[in-house]
C-alpha cells in the first residue's frame, strides 16, 4: 500500500448542563472546537485529495452522538452535526478516492473528563435529572474500560489494511448503548409505523 494523506480530527471536548442552563458563548465555543474546527480542516485537505484521487478522513466522535445524555445535551449535539457532515463528505467523494470513517469510542481513559466545561448556572428543578451530570459533581476516577493506546493502534490496523467501515464503535460499552439505542429506534418506528404512513398522499 502506498503512501496516503490521512487527516483525524480528534479535537474536542465535553460541556455539562441542562439545555436551559447552558450560556450562549460556551454553546458557540463548543461548536467551534467539536464541528466547524473540523470542516474547515476538511476543506483545506480535500483539493490535494481531490487532485491525487485518494485520501482518508477520520473523525472522531461519541456514543453522544447517537444517545444524548441528559445533562450533556449540547455536545451529544455537535458530535451527532459531525457525524452528518463526515456522512456527505464521505458520499460527496467516495468516487474521488476519498474515504470518510467516523470512531464512536465509549468512555476511555484519556484526560476528556479532566478537560470538561459546565455552566455557572445550576436551576434547582433539573438537579433530579441533571444534577449528577453537572461539573461539580463529576469525579475522574481515570478507571474508564477503553484503552487509547489500543484504540489507536487498531484504526492504524483498518487504515493499513485498506478496509474499514464508515462508523467504528470503540469499546464494548460502545458497542452496547449503540445497539441498545438502534435497537430502541427500530422498536418505536414499526410501532408508530400505522400512524406515520398516514401522512402520504
Request: hydrophobic share 40%; proline share 3%; charged share 25%.
Amino acid at each position: 500500500m502506498g503512501t496516503i494523506d490521512v487527516l483525524v480530527n480528534n479535537a474536542g471536548y465535553g460541556y455539562r448542563a441542562a439545555i436551559e442552563e447552558s450560556e450562549a458563548h460556551e454553546i458557540d465555543l463548543l461548536f467551534r472546537t467539536n464541528v466547524f474546527g473540523p470542516v474547515k480542516l476538511m476543506n483545506l485537505c480535500l483539493p490535494k485529495m481531490r487532485e491525487m484521487k485518494d485520501g482518508i478522513i477520520i473523525n472522531v466522535s461519541s456514543i453522544g452522538a447517537v444517545r444524548a445524555a441528559v445533562g450533556n445535551g449540547f455536545y451529544s449535539a455537535s458530535k451527532a452535526a459531525l457525524e452528518l457532515v463526515s456522512d456527505a463528505v464521505g458520499k460527496e467523494a467516495e468516487h474521488l478516492g476519498i474515504r470518510v470513517m467516523t470512531v464512536e469510542p465509549g468512555a476511555f481513559r484519556t484526560s476528556f473528563y479532566d478537560s470538561l466545561h459546565g455552566s455557572e448556572k445550576a436551576i434547582g428543578d433539573y438537579t433530579k435529572s441533571v444534577g449528577a451530570m453537572r461539573l461539580a459533581n463529576m469525579v475522574n476516577n481515570h478507571d474508564q474500560k477503553g484503552n487509547p493506546d489500543k484504540a489507536g493502534k487498531l484504526i492504524v490496523e483498518l487504515i493499513s489494511s485498506g478496509k474499514f467501515p464508515k462508523r467504528l464503535p470503540l469499546g464494548s460499552d460502545a458497542v452496547r448503548i449503540i445497539r441498545d439505542e438502534l435497537e430502541s429506534r427500530l422498536a418505536e418506528v414499526d410501532e408508530w409505523e400505522t400512524y406515520s404512513i398516514r401522512t402520504d398522499y
